[in-house]
């Protein structure tokens, strides 16, 4: 594989991604790289779809860009054109893109291919564990939501839109979301991450209640 196309790609999304809201930041996406390439290594994949579409995957997020949901297809497909990327595996990549978001599960194809299961599975395991409830938390603080409202019950059978707009408590993002990525991962690897994440959250959440009615 072309070592200079991943590394220019490290590059791009770095200068992109400056001032990004910290749980959407390059960080973020040095994370989910290094998981794909992780969970790559147990499968038969195609390496530099997995690096490509790892790398590009949150470069324009549509809720950071007005709902655009096309510009970080635009954004990607010019630059990957740009390094001479074969357009076959620029369509993948651009595929993943458009799929990988948890919001947009029930819109995604029925059959998924190798690669948009890997990067998913990567960016799952992102948003749960102790890095997921940091993450939460900050985009809680950055929309302004309250942490918590006993009288808020979590919104379960929200639609896309529903999704979007929902300005509900960063404990109810436990239900809505992160609680439920465990039963949704693809891969072996990935699976047994998530179980440990998903225990340490359910812990978490013991102990946020307890302190929260003063349980002491
Ligand atoms: P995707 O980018 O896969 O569509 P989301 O838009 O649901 O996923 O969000 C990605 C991450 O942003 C979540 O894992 C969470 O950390 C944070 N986030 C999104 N929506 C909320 C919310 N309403 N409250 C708190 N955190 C949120
Ligand atoms: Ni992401």
Same mark, same amino acid.
């Given at each position: 594989m072309n070592k200079s196309v991943i590394q220019n790609t490290v590059d791009f999304v770095k200068e992109k991604l400056l001032g990004a809201e910290a749980g959407h930041d390059w960080f973020h996406i040095e994370r989910v790289w290094k998981l794909s390439k992780n969970i790559a290594a147990h499968e038969n994949c195609i390496l530099e779809v997995v690096e490509l579409a790892a790398l590009l995957h949150?470069?324009? /997020?549509p809720k950071f860009h007005g709902?655009? &949901?096309?510009l970080a297809l635009t954004i990607s497909n010019d630059f990957l054109e740009n390094q001479k990327v074969s357009p076959e595996i620029i369509g993948q990549v651009l595929f993943i893109i458009k799929n990988v978001s948890f919001k947009n599960r029930n819109e995604a194809p029925q059959i998924l291919p190798l690669e948009l299961k890997i990067v998913q599975d990567a960016d799952r395991l992102d948003a749960i564990g102790a890095i997921g409830i940091a993450r939460t938390f900050n985009f809680g603080g950055f929309k302004n939501n309250?942490?918590? /409202?006993?009288e808020l019950p979590p919104q379960? &059978?929200?639609?896309k839109e529903e999704y979007k707009k929902n300005q509900g408590t960063t404990i109810n993002h436990f239900y809505e979301k992160l609680l439920l990525l465990q039963g949704l991962m693809h891969t072996e690897a990935a699976k047994k991450i998530a179980s440990e994440r998903h225990d340490f959250m359910l812990k978490f959440l013991d102990e946020f209640y307890k302190e929260w009615n003063v349980e002491i």
């Amino acid at each position: 594989m072309n070592k200079s196309v991943i590394q220019n790609t490290v590059d791009f999304v770095k200068e992109k991604l400056l001032g990004a809201e910290a749980g959407h930041d390059w960080f973020h996406i040095e994370r989910v790289w290094k998981l794909s390439k992780n969970i790559a290594a147990h499968e038969n994949c195609i390496l530099e779809v997995v690096e490509l579409a790892a790398l590009l995957h949150d470069i324009a /997020d549509p809720k950071f860009h007005g709902g655009d &949901e096309t510009l970080a297809l635009t954004i990607s497909n010019d630059f990957l054109e740009n390094q001479k990327v074969s357009p076959e595996i620029i369509g993948q990549v651009l595929f993943i893109i458009k799929n990988v978001s948890f919001k947009n599960r029930n819109e995604a194809p029925q059959i998924l291919p190798l690669e948009l299961k890997i990067v998913q599975d990567a960016d799952r395991l992102d948003a749960i564990g102790a890095i997921g409830i940091a993450r939460t938390f900050n985009f809680g603080g950055f929309k302004n939501n309250l942490m918590y /409202d006993p009288e808020l019950p979590p919104q379960l &059978e929200m639609s896309k839109e529903e999704y979007k707009k929902n300005q509900g408590t960063t404990i109810n993002h436990f239900y809505e979301k992160l609680l439920l990525l465990q039963g949704l991962m693809h891969t072996e690897a990935a699976k047994k991450i998530a179980s440990e994440r998903h225990d340490f959250m359910l812990k978490f959440l013991d102990e946020f209640y307890k302190e929260w009615n003063v349980e002491i």
